[in-house]
């Protein structure tokens, strides 16, 4: 199908290491969020991309997180020094319109 | 701010039972309101949607009325079925610089045969 994907859809890594967490929106939308949802919660918004221009970090929570989108397509969430409390699945959605499309996520543990 | 508060579960129900889930919602200028659903090992799926007051949304048996007087938007279904059984994210955006969505905690259901 032609849905978002995301990779990896499981990731494990120690306190302190690097991650990167890819998406791939529908094609052609130009719209891309990113969101976390932690255990027994709703998501959460972290970033919005309008094309290649974060439109909205309002939601990042501090600047170990940092996420990408240099061709207007293909977006990296990217998390330095991880810590224990980062652990949640990461959701990216993309959107023509209003309606977004939501991939299935990654499952990030951070040990 | 803007924000959305759902009744806590998990919700309990026999099949073919009535269900409501409420949902109320905090919002300045005029939101578009959600429902989403995530089954279990699935994605997050939107339900039905309800862009402005009095709008009804509905899918798969299920109806919300977007009610700007009482600023509820409270997810309804005549007859549940044992497939139904997943999470339930009642949800808002507000149109302006961008569309990020606000989604409440969560309802689980559970439907017994």
């Known amino acids: 199908g032609a849905g978002v994907s995301q990779t990896p859809s499981n990731k494990v890594t120690e306190k302190g290491k690097y991650v990167e967490l890819r998406c791939d929106p529908i094609?052609?939308?130009?719209?891309l969020y990113w969101y976390r949802q932690s255990l027994g919660q709703g998501p959460e918004f972290l970033i919005y991309?309008?094309?290649?221009?974060?439109?909205?970090d309002s939601g990042l929570p501090n600047d170990r997180f940092f996420a990408v989108r240099p061709e207007g397509s293909v977006s990296t969430l990217k998390i330095q020094r991880t810590e224990r409390g980062d652990s949640a699945v990461y959701l990216c959605?993309?959107?023509?319109?209003?309606?977004?499309?939501f991939g299935p996520g990654t499952r990030l543990l951070v040990l | 701010g803007n924000s959305v508060t759902q009744m806590e579960g998990p919700v309990t129900l026999s099949e073919e039972a009535f269900l409501t889930i409420n949902c109320t919602y905090t919002?300045?200028?005029?939101?578009?309101l959600f429902w989403y659903v995530q089954y279990p090992g699935e994605g997050l799926q939107l339900l039905l949607k309800?862009?402005?007051?009095?709008d009804k949304g509905s899918n798969k048996g299920f109806e919300a009325t977007y009610r700007k007087e009482t600023t509820s938007f409270h997810l309804e279904k005549g007859s549940v079925q044992v497939s139904d059984s997943a999470v339930y994210f009642c949800?808002?955006?507000?149109?302006?610089?961008?569309?990020?969505?606000?989604f409440g905690k969560g309802t689980r259901l559970h439907i017994l045969p």
């Open positions: 949800a808002l955006s507000v149109q302006g610089r961008d569309d990020k969505i606000i």
């Open positions: 094609s052609g939308h130009t719209a």
């Open positions: 919002a300045t200028g005029y939101p578009s």
């Open positions: 959605a993309s959107s023509l319109t209003e309606t977004q499309y």
């Open positions: 991309f309008q094309g290649t221009g974060a439109a909205d």
């Open positions: 309800a862009t402005k007051a009095d």
